[in-house]
């Protein structure tokens, strides 16, 4: 990973439909605040320990402007946040793919979204080295 770790490139984005569709199969899911989150371990290679995508419900939020601002948030607590997690899967030699479905009714601020996301990085490592022992 030669680029800098506060990054989040395409390569770390979640895109490929077989692999989405393989974790919504086969994934663990558990639900935090206003996420849901379903991750599983990444059946191929990928370039980075994790790969992650984010969802809004067109239900909650019918202006694609609310659900894209959403998203942004989430991507960029994601960016900030990610490295303790990589840190354990490079220690596990580990890779995941993980889904964030924002369940939320209303639009957060940054504060919040960071704060949530925090939570859901620090519940997936817990769960990561519970199945491991």
Known sequence: MSQSIYSFSKKERLSNKKSISLLFEKGYSFYSHSFSVVWSYSDRPIPFPAQMAVSVTKKSFKKAVDRNRIKRLVREAWRLNKNSLYDLLKEKDRQIIIMLLFTGKEIPGFHDVSNQV?????KISLLLANQET
């Open 118 to 122: 925090k939570k859901v990085i620090s």
